[in-house]
């Protein structure tokens, strides 16, 4: 995540998703994987979702503070503020790229861990999603990923986890190929897996790892934002099992 994306599309899927589990009761923490904001390309502008009469009447309080966020100083701390998810906790520390000899990253994941232990569901939202094979530790790219074991960390630590993965350009059947790994780490027995998808500026997935004691809270929620007024924005992406 970056600053520059605050109250974009993007946001506006994820935080709707993360109310409709808030709604079931569910505690919710954000660890917003925070990077320092890029320059190099428009990414951020998609804000044409305010004004689009497909979102009337969804989440029109949600949209309007967003709305609000965009014409003032756009931030992960202006999002924060806007109590948008009341009682959710937020990590907001800076992910730093890597560099000879540094542990930070490993303290910060540390801090993280520490900082959101009171949450049923632990959210990660990094720029582009679970690490892939093509990008190594030592890269500066790393920082806008999720590390796998980051994952299994969190759900060692009681959590459900949810996080945002963009959608590449390969076929879906190959595409989710990427999520297999899952049903067979040792780390993440018992786990019920799944995906929902956004499809709205591009698309954008979210994987669900979910304890057993979360698992039917979670479903609920993701069938209602594949279901009624949200079927046009969101959709299932399918369901890997879990190993038990």
Same mark, same amino acid.
């Given at each position: 995540?970056? *600053?520059?994306?605050?109250?974009?599309?993007?946001?506006?899927?994820?935080? +709707?998703?993360?109310?409709?589990?808030?709604?079931?009761?569910?505690?919710?923490?954000?660890?917003?994987?925070?990077?320092?904001?890029?320059?190099?390309?428009?990414?951020?502008?998609?804000?044409?979702?305010?004004?689009? !009469?497909?979102?009337?009447?969804?989440?029109?309080?949600?949209?309007?503070?967003?709305?609000?966020?965009?014409?003032?100083? !756009?931030?992960?701390?202006?999002?924060?503020?806007?109590?948008?998810?009341?009682?959710?906790?937020?990590?907001?520390?800076?992910?730093?790229?890597?560099?000879?000899?540094?542990?930070?990253?490993?303290?910060?994941?540390?801090?993280?861990? *520490?900082?959101?232990?009171?949450?049923?569901?632990?959210?990660?939202?990094?720029?582009?999603?679970?690490?892939?094979?093509?990008?190594?530790? +030592?890269?500066?790219?790393?920082?806008? @990923?999720?590390?796998?074991?980051?994952?299994?960390?969190?759900? +060692?630590?009681?959590?459900?986890?949810?996080?945002?993965?963009?959608?590449?350009?390969?076929?879906?059947?190959?595409?989710?190929?990427?999520?297999?790994?899952?049903?067979?780490?040792?780390?993440?027995?018992?786990?019920?897996?799944?995906?929902?998808?956004? !499809?709205?500026?591009?698309? !954008?997935? @979210?994987?669900?790892?979910?304890?057993?004691?979360?698992?039917?809270?979670?479903?609920? +929620?993701? *069938?209602?934002?594949?279901?009624?007024?949200?079927?046009?924005?969101?959709?299932?992406?399918?369901?890997?099992?879990?190993?038990?």
């Amino acid at each position: 995540m970056q *600053n520059r994306y605050a109250g974009d599309v993007g946001d506006f899927g994820k935080l +709707a998703m993360l109310r409709q589990i808030a709604d079931t009761g569910l505690a919710v923490g954000i660890n917003w994987y925070l990077v320092a904001n890029e320059v190099h390309n428009n990414d951020g502008k998609h804000t044409g979702f305010l004004n689009d !009469r497909r979102f009337d009447g969804l989440d029109d309080m949600l949209r309007e503070s967003l709305r609000i966020i965009i014409q003032g100083e !756009r931030s992960v701390y202006a999002l924060e503020n806007a109590n948008l998810l009341p009682g959710a906790v937020y990590y907001s520390q800076l992910l730093l790229p890597p560099s000879i000899e540094d542990f930070q990253r490993k303290l910060w994941h540390e801090n993280a861990i *520490n900082h959101l232990q009171k949450s049923d569901i632990v959210f990660l939202d990094p720029d582009n999603g679970i690490i892939t094979k093509s990008v190594g530790l +030592a890269s500066r790219n790393s920082i806008k @990923y999720v590390l796998r074991e980051e994952i299994c960390d969190y759900y +060692a630590m009681g959590h459900s986890v949810v996080v945002y993965n963009h959608r590449c350009r390969e076929k879906p059947e190959k595409y989710v190929q990427r999520f297999d790994w899952m049903k067979d780490a040792p780390a993440l027995s018992g786990s019920s897996i799944s995906g929902l998808s956004f !499809r709205r500026g591009t698309i !954008r997935d @979210y994987i669900f790892i979910a304890k057993p004691q979360h698992s039917e809270c979670l479903s609920k +929620a993701q *069938n209602i934002l594949a279901s009624c007024g949200w079927a046009e924005h969101f959709s299932q992406l399918g369901k890997w099992g879990g190993r038990g």
